[in-house]
């Protein structure tokens, strides 16, 4: 989303991140209207398996539903799911955010941060949030605070007249444990009319939502874990469950579901009727978009089966010859298709991470996508990768390769001359990643001992 812009990151306590880890996106400096976010809008993040490079995207997606899904916290599976999730010594995640937002001709640094934790009956709570801001251009350090939350009740809100602060409290009543202010905003605090209050405090919740809904996070399924947990929660239910309990249940699933679908997908797809003309532009865009790596492919045709209020449809792609269900395609074109509105989100203005973006991308085609929206992209990409190949093309940028270490330790690139960073890195000489392996070492793994084979 154009005129907003995350400057910093900061996460601890998912998985086995039990320090924190901070993301920088920019300059220290901020002008009040900054030419050159350019230069910064893209960051690959490199580390060796195990590092915590998943843990970091997970962590963005959980950090945008806390920010815009009010029941978020509310949903058993989301339970679930983050009871596995947050570090086992800590028992609790801590987030924070500096994001740039432009609201008409005034520009403002916001910082945001929230903090879940695990109770003792196992419930996943917020613990805190506050939101504070400054003129993006101030050189002063401190921020002004808009609001504060602490154990689930407001403990400031910035605001002219006190019936404002008593309103939020109203409407918030007991609910702050389990979903935060911004989430409400849409809902209830728009409702605010005709009422004296500091302006400030609507702007700055309004552009915390729209940060919140600027993030868009890619993971693998396979490390989304939702059909573990789907069948967890099944396998709990029996039949003497009331049709309330499975209701509440099944539509649990259905919300999990739904974070996770794309507005195109390699699997059938329900499409509302209302929304088709839009879907068929999309899949229209989607074939200029593959047909850049498939030169043979004369079209992308939609199947679709009517169902009520929806259309169930499947993509077919068309070689002229012969015509393939898009779920046949090669891995690659099948995960092109996948990340594609991942790339025209972040192309347009919004802020996107994909976690293992090389994953069956061949390096040809990853340097040249990455290419085009350091230079053109309006939005902002950070994603992990193993592939070293992209780094010279990153390296034109600043900020724009982080190497995260074995202990969880951030190592930024900095331009040091004429020197590679992937020759660097390969030869083990970045701080923090050393790769101090050698061939004679899987030995042991694969060999057998003298004798095995007599």
Not at 253 to 262: A, H, P, S, T, Y
Not at 295 to 307: A, N, P, Q, S, V
Not at 368 to 393: K, W
């Amino acid at each position: 989303m154009k005129g907003i812009y995350l400057v910093n990151y900061t996460v601890k306590g998912i998985k086995s991140l039990d320090e924190e880890v901070s993301l920088s996106f920019y300059k220290k400096t901020i002008t009040s209207d900054p030419k050159d976010f350019q230069n910064y809008n893209i960051k690959g993040i490199y580390g060796i398996n195990g590092s915590g490079k998943s843990a970091i995207v997970t962590s963005v997606k959980i950090f945008k539903n806390l920010i815009i899904n009010k029941d978020y916290l509310n949903n058993p599976l989301i339970h679930s799911y983050l009871r596995e999730l947050i570090n086992k010594n800590l028992l609790r995640m801590d987030f924070s955010g500096d994001f740039f937002a432009k609201s008409k001709s005034k520009s403002f640094l916001f910082h945001y941060e929230i903090s879940i934790s695990s109770e003792k009956s196992g419930k996943i709570v917020i613990d805190r949030e506050a939101l504070s801001y400054k003129a993006a251009s101030s050189r002063q350090e401190d921020m002004k605070p808009l609001f504060e939350v602490n154990n689930g009740k407001i403990a400031f809100a910035n605001s002219i007249e006190q019936d404002f602060c008593d309103y939020i409290i109203d409407k918030t009543k007991n609910l702050l444990k389990t979903a935060t202010v911004s989430s409400f905003f849409i809902d209830y605090i728009l409702d605010w009319k005709d009422k004296k209050v500091n302006v400030s405090v609507f702007e700055g919740l309004w552009m915390l939502f729209m940060l919140g809904l600027s993030l868009y996070v890619y993971l693998d399924q396979t490390d989304e874990h939702a059909d573990y947990f789907i069948d967890g929660i099944m396998a709990e239910l029996d039949q003497e469950t009331d049709d309330k309990a499975i209701n509440s249940i099944q539509k649990a699933i259905r919300d999990v579901k739904e974070l996770r679908v794309n507005e195109i997908s390699v699997s059938r797809r329900n499409v509302l009727k209302k929304n088709y003309a839009d879907y068929q532009e999309r899949v229209s865009r989607l074939y200029d978009f593959i047909n850049i790596f498939k030169r043979d492919l004369k079209g992308i045709e939609i199947d679709k089966i009517e169902d009520k209020n929806y259309y169930a449809c499947d993509l077919i792609m068309d070689y002229g010859e012969y015509k393939i269900n898009v779920e046949f395609e090669s891995t690659g074109i099948k995960k092109l298709i996948k990340l594609y509105e991942y790339f025209n989100e972040m192309a347009s203005g919004n802020i996107v991470f994909i976690d293992e973006l090389d994953s069956n991308l061949h390096d040809v085609y990853l340097c040249a996508l990455l290419e085009y929206l350091m230079e053109h992209g309006e939005g902002q990409l950070c994603f992990t990768t193993h592939n070293i190949g992209p780094m010279d093309i990153l390296k034109r940028n600043k900020k724009s390769i982080d190497f995260l270490s074995v202990n969880h330790k951030i190592y930024s690139w900095t331009k040091n001359g004429n020197y590679s960073p992937a020759n660097l890195y390969k030869s083990g000489m970045i701080e923090g990643s050393p790769f101090n392996i050698d061939s004679i070492d899987f030995i042991s793994a694969f060999d057998a001992e003298e004798g095995d084979d007599e």
